[in-house]
């Protein structure tokens, strides 16, 4: 988008609202996916971006130190009544009706400080940013649609088991505040930008172009600033269009992506007016489809999500909308349907003549007991069909602006004309004329003055044809419904079959799918590709000591914060008992033997509770990488199994590297 701050040649004055610029052509979106933004943001823009203030900034700073003490955040919260209300209202609605939780500290210990920390920020940017200077931005909605969409991405990222709920509550939350970062930096600018109406991919292309980078390159900054994990704010650059991302199909990043884009269209559906939500419907059950979830379930998981949002919307003073219930919505957007029991019908009169419009509309609507709209030409009755749908049109053949037969072609050339039956008032009956009528997608015809004990049975004749076209749209549903169904059933069983049921994990047989993807990329494009084998130690000793519910607490554990610690490309699955591999494609080996370390540590911190007693968790790691000399990946995942052992035989909690030939133990 081009803007002046003068008139000139070429220059058009913006329609919407008056000032100094002057916007010209806008660019058209492209085909291709937008590139995500890398490079940092500058400090002056840094100044002025949303951020947190008063006790909640100094619950982050608190938080950010590794000798914070709970005490100390719970004194933090206690000065602030109103986050106290709200952190004991999440913790109970975490309790899923367990024992009520009264006191602060219980509920700060029960969220975790992490989550303390997300939900102070969460509270205090609402109450903060609820107005600001940028005219055309509607904070109120912003909001209301911000809580939906985390309202939205708690429920269905739990239901798919894809992180602790409260963070995902605050990525759908945050996921967006990218715009709010732009309306408070560049109030003036970006409220020039959304005045003229642009959305989606559109609207980035402009805010490229305007400000040189974009609200979902903003989110992103804002949120790694305010230490949400990686693996959850990497999501956010494609969660508006997850087609354009080039996530493996199915793996934890993907589903976070898909989930956080049905919150998005969700959130959207929420705000939507009666006569938007129609047409959403259709895409919010085709995303919802994408994760597993049956479109005969959507109506109790949108209502239950709507339900959580009012509550929460009314404890934040957030706008929402009242809960009318999925199902009746989608009910009152399906059009009526014929029944053998009446001849009830849409019917369109079409004609310039107003004793014959007022005779035929008289007798269609009294005698007839049909639903008329009437009509003077072509052009009129065009504009009236989108919102009457009618079943049968009935239109003259000579009218001024447009004619019958102009209206019958356009009529034909939409798919929903396609199934409209016309009828032609004409009076010429001669040869010619009726083949062009019928060449022009004209059903039948009545002579004029019309006869309307002919045309009565013409129209019985037209309630049949309307009738099988609706029966046959009606069985063309349920198949296609069964085949959704089966396709849905399909998905499930695939997805089962390529996940460990006790990690939630890729099992071994789509680690082996994954590497042969990365093994078929590096061998033809020669880039890196590395390999990197977790074994648990002593886990034999653990099962021992404290039986196979303990020892499968530390495998979730392990397994999650491997996961959560890998990259988004990344592909980590459970390879056999306690072992665990990592594929990492264009990974050196050196960038390995690093990530292979910071995972190791990653894991050493973690402390698994089993029946009071703390258990340290160690593992060892083995790292190996392709080079042109291998001949299949067979031999890749003989070199990182041979590192690995090599890991164990060194001590354990050690990382070992295969290379020239060599598997050894190395210390960083």
């Known amino acids: 988008m081009r803007l002046a701050a003068t008139c000139g040649p070429g220059w058009t004055p913006c329609p919407i609202t008056p000032c100094k610029y002057l916007i010209l052509d806008a660019p058209v979106a492209p085909e291709n996916p937008i590139q995500p933004i890398n490079q940092p943001l500058e400090a002056q823009l840094v100044e002025r971006l949303p951020s947190p203030q008063g006790v909640a900034l100094a619950i982050m700073t608190a938080c950010a130190r590794e000798d914070v003490s709970l005490g100390e955040v719970v004194s933090l919260v206690q000065s602030d009544p109103a986050l106290s209300g709200r952190l004991l209202e999440r913790a109970n609605a975490a309790a899923n009706g367990g024992r009520p939780v009264i006191a602060i500290t219980e509920a700060v210990n029960r969220l975790g400080l992490q989550a303390v920390k997300q939900m102070a920020l969460c509270f ?18 912003f909001w209301s649609h911000s809580l939906l969409m985390g309202v939205a ?26 715009q709010l970062a732009l309306a408070t930096a560049y109030p003036l600018e970006y ?3 959304l005045a003229t109406g642009t959305r989606g991919k559109k609207l980035l292309l402009l805010e490229r172009e305007l400000l040189h980078l974009d609200h979902l390159h903003l989110s992103r900054e804002l949120m790694m600033r305010w230490g949400l994990p990686r693996v959850l704010v990497d999501m956010v650059q494609w969660h508006e269009d997850p087609s354009e991302s080039q996530l493996q199909s199915h793996s934890r990043p993907w589903h976070l992506c898909q989930c956080l884009h049905l919150a998005l269209r969700l959130a959207d559906f929420g705000l939507a007016s009666k006569a938007e939500q129609g047409p959403q419907i259709a895409q919010l059950t085709e995303t919802a489809s994408h994760l597993g979830l049956k479109a005969s379930d959507m109506g109790e998981h949108v209502d239950a999500a709507i339900t959580q949002w009012q509550s929460w919307a009314t404890r934040m003073q957030v706008r929402s909308q009242p809960n009318v ?9 399906l059009r009526p349907e014929i029944t053998s029991e009446s001849l009830w019908l849409r019917i369109m009169v079409v004609e310039d003549d107003p004793v014959v419009r007022r005779l035929l509309q008289t007798w269609l609507e009294q005698e007839c007991q049909h639903t008329v709209a009437v009509a003077t030409n072509g052009r009129e009755a065009l504009q009236l069909a989108t919102d009457f749908a009618p079943h049968i049109v009935i239109t003259d053949w000579r009218m001024p602006e447009m004619d019958g037969l102009e209206l019958c072609r356009a009529l034909r050339s939409s798919r929903w004309g396609e ?3 016309v009828l032609m008032l ?15 997608g004209v059903d039948d015809y009545v002579s004029k003055p019309p006869n309307l004990r002919a045309l009565g049975a013409r129209l019985k004749g037209a309630w049949r044809y309307v009738r099988l076209r609706e029966n046959a749209e009606q069985d063309s549903k349920r198949l296609t419904d069964m085949a959704a169904e089966l396709a849905l059933t399909n998905r499930r069983l695939q997805l089962a079959a390529l996940t460990d049921p006790l990690t939630q994990l890729s099992n071994r047989r789509a680690g082996l799918q994954a590497l042969a993807q990365a093994w078929g990329a590096a061998t033809r494009h020669a880039d890196a590709l590395t390999l990197l084998s977790f074994d648990i130690d002593h886990f034999k000793a653990i099962n021992d000591a404290y039986g196979h519910a303990a020892g499968d607490l530390v495998l979730q554990q392990v397994a999650l914060t491997l996961r959560n610690a890998s990259r988004a490309q990344d592909t980590v699955c459970r390879w056999g008992g306690e072992e665990f591999l990592v594929i990492s494609p264009k990974l050196s080996l050196n960038e390995g033997v690093l990530a292979g370390d910071r995972l190791r540590k990653a894991v050493a911190g973690l402390v698994v509770t089993v029946e009071g007693r703390s258990l340290q968790v160690r593992v060892s790691v083995g790292v190996a990488s392709w080079d042109q000399a291998l001949t299949d990946q067979d031999e890749l995942i003989a070199q990182v199994d041979k590192a690995l052992y090599a890991a164990k035989a060194g001590g354990r909690n050690a990382l070992a590297v295969f290379k020239s030939g060599v598997a050894r133990c190395i210390k960083l």
Do not use: W
């Open 325 to 333: 219930g999925f199902d009746k919505i989608v009910e009152g957007a």
């Open 124 to 141: 205090s940017l609402v109450d903060q940013y609820s107005k600001g200077k940028c005219q055309f931005f509607d904070y109120s909605h």
């Open 419 to 421: 199934s409209v039956y």
């Open 426 to 440: 004409t009076s010429a009956e001669l040869e010619n004329d009726l083949v062009q009528a019928f060449e022009a």
């Open 153 to 178: 991405m708690q429920q269905f990222g739990a239901m798919q088991k894809l992180g602790a709920p409260e963070e995902l509550f605050t990525c759908g939350l945050l996921a967006q505040v990218g």
């Open 191 to 193: 409220g020039r930008l």
